[in-house]
C-alpha cells in the first residue's frame, strides 16, 4: 500500500501506514492530489479505502463531569465517525473523525442534541493580513478578531508568515465581518483577506 501512495502524483511523503488503525497517512502537494485517486491508489493495491476526516462542533450546555462522555457516546453511535478524538467542557468542543462524504454535520449535531446540549459545526478560516510591523500587532489583530460574534478561537496570528488563523462557528461568521474587524483596528493600516 505504501508503494501504491507514494507513486501518486503529488503525494510528497507517506508519513504511516498502519494496520493496528487501519490507516494511512500522507502529506501531499496542497490542490494536486484529490482525495479519490488516494482511495483508487490504495483499492488499486488490493485493499478498500476510504477518506477520513476531522470535524470539530461547538457543544453548549456541559455543565458537569458526567456530560462529556453523554456527547461523546452519542456521537460515537453516528454511522460514519470512526473515532471521537475528545470532548472537552473547557473549550466547550467535540472533535470527531468521520468518513469523508459518509457522515453529515446535521447527523453529528443532532446526536448531541439528542442529549439535550446544543452544537454546531466549527470551521477554521486561514486570513492573509498585510500591515503588521512590530511585536505588538499580532495582539491587536487577536484581540479584535476575538470579538467578532462567531469566533471561537483565534488559533494564531504570525508575523512571521502574515496569517491569522480563526475557528467560527460555521455559518455564523462571514468572512467579510473577519476582515472588516481586522481593518477596522484604529491607529493601524492592517489589511486582511482569505488566504489562498
Same mark, same amino acid.
Given at each position: 500500500?505504501?508503494?501504491a501512495l507514494s507513486k501518486v502524483a503529488g503525494v510528497t511523503e507517506v508519513v504511516s501506514v498502519s494496520s493496528d488503525t487501519n490507516t494511512a497517512v500522507v502529506k501531499?502537494?496542497?490542490?494536486?492530489?484529490?482525495?479519490?485517486?488516494?482511495?483508487?491508489?490504495?483499492?488499486?493495491?488490493?485493499? $478498500?479505502?476510504? %477518506? #477520513?476526516?476531522?470535524? !470539530?462542533?461547538?457543544? @453548549?450546555? *456541559?455543565?458537569? +463531569? /458526567? &456530560? =462529556?462522555?453523554?456527547?461523546?457516546?452519542?456521537?460515537?453511535?453516528?454511522?460514519?465517525?470512526?473515532?471521537?478524538?475528545?470532548?472537552?467542557?473547557?473549550?466547550?468542543?467535540?472533535?470527531?473523525?468521520?468518513?469523508?462524504?459518509?457522515?453529515?454535520?446535521?447527523?453529528?449535531?443532532?446526536?448531541?442534541?439528542?442529549?439535550?446540549? $446544543?452544537?454546531? %459545526? #466549527?470551521?477554521?478560516? !486561514?486570513?492573509?493580513? @498585510?500591515? *503588521?510591523?512590530? +511585536? /505588538? &500587532? =499580532?495582539?491587536?489583530?487577536?484581540?479584535?478578531?476575538?470579538?467578532?460574534?462567531?469566533?471561537?478561537?483565534?488559533?494564531?496570528?504570525?508575523?512571521?508568515?502574515?496569517?491569522?488563523?480563526?475557528?467560527?462557528?460555521?455559518?455564523?461568521?462571514?468572512?467579510?465581518?473577519?476582515?472588516?474587524?481586522?481593518?477596522?483596528?484604529?491607529?493601524?493600516?492592517?489589511?486582511a483577506k482569505v488566504a489562498d
Open positions: 500500500m505504501q508503494d501531499v502537494a496542497k490542490g494536486k492530489v484529490t482525495t479519490e485517486t488516494l482511495v483508487k491508489a490504495v483499492e488499486g493495491s488490493g485493499f $478498500s479505502a476510504a %477518506a #477520513i476526516e476531522e470535524v !470539530t462542533l461547538s457543544v @453548549t450546555g *456541559m455543565t458537569c +463531569d /458526567a &456530560c =462529556p462522555s453523554k456527547v461523546q457516546d452519542a456521537l460515537s453511535k453516528v454511522a460514519g465517525v470512526t473515532e471521537v478524538v475528545s470532548v472537552s467542557t473547557d473549550t466547550n468542543t467535540a472533535v470527531v473523525k468521520v468518513v469523508k462524504g459518509k457522515v453529515t454535520t446535521d447527523a453529528l449535531i443532532k446526536a448531541v442534541e439528542s442529549q439535550n446540549f $446544543s452544537a454546531a %459545526a #466549527i470551521e477554521e478560516v !486561514t486570513l492573509s493580513v @498585510t500591515g *503588521m510591523t512590530c +511585536d /505588538a &500587532c =499580532p495582539s491587536k489583530v487577536q484581540d479584535a478578531l476575538s470579538k467578532v460574534a462567531g469566533v471561537t478561537e483565534v488559533v494564531s496570528v504570525s508575523t512571521d508568515t502574515n496569517t491569522a488563523v480563526v475557528k467560527v462557528v460555521k455559518g455564523k461568521v462571514t468572512t467579510d465581518a473577519l476582515v472588516k474587524a481586522v481593518a477596522a483596528i484604529e491607529g493601524h493600516n492592517f489589511g
